[in-house]
């Protein structure tokens, strides 16, 4: 099993930019699937992006041109950068993992506990 584990939330203006990590440990990342959740009060939990095994990488059209979404797999962590962020941005945030191919929907096997971002 992975343990994931998110920092780099906070406070930013609209227009500034963030960037989140999930650090994972009990297994390594580079044999996951992984992706960035979202979850604003009041609303579902929504996929912002997902990167395959190989890199490859999807991101929904609401972060599209804006967040990047990016694997070290010798430091075993996941990034997302966020740029141009917006008070819709708003949320907690989540890093999952699973060795199945979700992409963008929610049903990864392993969460991180969340980080806050808030975009004023």
């Known amino acids: 099993d992975v343990q994931l584990v998110e920092s780099g939330g906070g406070s930013v203006q609209a227009g500034g930019s963030l960037r989140l990590s999930c650090a994972a440990s009990?297994?390594?990342?580079?044999?996951?699937?992984m992706d960035w959740f979202r979850q604003a009060p009041g609303k579902e939990r929504e996929g912002v992006a997902a990167?395959?095994?190989?890199?490859?990488?999807t991101y929904s059209y609401s972060v599209q041109d804006r967040f990047t979404i990016s694997k070290d797999n010798a430091k075993n962590t996941l990034y997302l950068q966020m740029n141009s962020l917006k008070p819709e941005d708003t949320a907690m945030y989540y890093c999952?993992?699973?060795?199945?191919?979700?992409?963008?929907?929610?049903?990864?096997?392993?969460w991180g506990q969340g980080t806050q971002v808030t975009v004023s």
């Open positions: 990167i395959d095994r190989a890199g490859a990488t």
């Open positions: 009990g297994s390594t990342i580079s044999t996951y699937y």
């Open positions: 999952a993992a699973d060795t199945v191919n979700w992409q963008l929907a929610r049903l990864y096997m392993y």
